[in-house]
Structure formats: structure tokens, C-alpha cells
């Protein structure tokens, strides 16, 4: 098992967990810092007082019972829906790719692709608001022309990591795609 610390296509910290259960197995974790309470203090102290500030010229209670709901449940859906902690990748040899999203509430999001559908995993480039980045992504293959690409499904979404964390997942899944 081996820890190594990255960042993303914005500089902010993240961490790569590489383990290696054989020599046709091998996992990628990618972790995204944890949700700062700081910064949710911050938004919802604002939130509040923009609130109150409203409440005070208004004399209106319904301003003020609305923007605490609505911090509420935006907060609730953010973790729930948005906020990712961490993304894996476990590649089997003779088998396929297993892709895992966790998110800040708990829940899980798992997708599988048989190896037979899998023509390769590859580094792509993408122009990202003004910047060029860089991806992992996995080409799958047409099954009316295996020589043809159907789709193609990118990879770590959401943490966004950069090339020279891509380009060790890249080298190590390519070894087990050749063993196949």
C-alpha cells in the first residue's frame, strides 16, 4: 500500500492510494479533502445575516424561516449529491474495471465494464476554460467494429487530478491491459 500526495487541475492537495492485490489486480484511490466547516460556516453565517438584514427593513419572518431552509437543504443535497470524497478505480486483469465514487454522506456509486468491452485506457487532453488538462478515460469498443471507439468514459471526475498522478495510474494499468 503506498500514500502519495497530489494536487488537482487547481492546485488544492490530494492523495493517491495505489494497492496491489496481485499482478492482474490493482486498486486507485483518489481522495479529495474533506468538507471544510469553516467555509460552511462562512457561507451560512452570510446567508444568515443577508437574511436578517432583509428581515429587519421587511419585519417579514418568512424571510428568515426560508434562508434557513434553504441552507439547510442546499447544504444536505451538496454533501449527498455533489461532494465526492473519493474515487476508485479497481482494474482486473481477465475481468473488467470497477469504478467507485464515495460521497460525503455515505453513499456509493459503483459502475462496472467487462474487460471485453474495454479496447483501452488512455491519457486525453480537453480544453477546460482556458487551459489545456488532462484525463484518464477508457476507449470502449464498438461491437459491430472492434477497430472503432463506441465511448468513451472518463475517469476521477471530480477530483480532477493532474498529469504526473494520470500518468502512474496510465503506466500501471497498461501493464495489466498487456497481460491480458
Not at 47 to 69: G, H, M, P, R
Not at 75 to 81: K, R
Not at 136 to 155: A, R, T, Y
Request: some cysteine.
Amino acid at each position: 500500500m503506498e500514500d502519495e500526495l497530489f494536487t488537482d487541475i487547481n492546485g488544492k492537495a490530494i492523495s493517491l492510494d495505489c494497492q496491489s492485490h496481485s499482478s492482474f489486480c490493482r486498486e486507485f484511490t483518489v481522495s479529495s479533502p474533506k468538507v471544510s466547516i469553516g467555509k460552511v460556516m462562512v457561507y451560512t453565517c452570510c446567508v444568515w445575516l443577508a437574511a436578517y438584514t432583509v428581515f429587519f427593513f421587511t419585519e417579514n419572518t418568512a424571510v428568515l424561516s426560508s434562508a434557513i431552509i434553504i441552507t439547510l437543504v442546499g447544504m444536505m443535497l451538496h454533501i449527498h449529491f455533489v461532494k465526492i470524497d473519493h474515487e476508485s478505480l479497481l482494474i482486473i486483469g481477465s475481468l473488467g474495471i470497477q469504478l467507485s465514487s464515495n460521497y460525503a454522506s455515505g453513499r456509493e456509486s459503483t459502475s462496472f465494464i467487462e474487460m471485453s468491452k474495454i479496447k483501452d485506457i488512455v491519457i486525453n487532453e480537453a480544453v477546460y476554460m482556458h487551459r489545456i488538462i488532462y484525463y484518464l478515460c477508457i476507449l470502449l469498443k464498438d461491437p459491430s467494429d472492434p477497430n472503432e471507439v463506441l465511448s468513451v468514459v472518463p475517469l476521477f471526475q471530480s477530483s480532477k487530478p493532474r498529469l504526473n498522478c494520470l500518468e502512474k495510474v496510465y503506466k500501471s494499468c497498461q501493464e495489466i491491459l498487456s497481460k491480458c
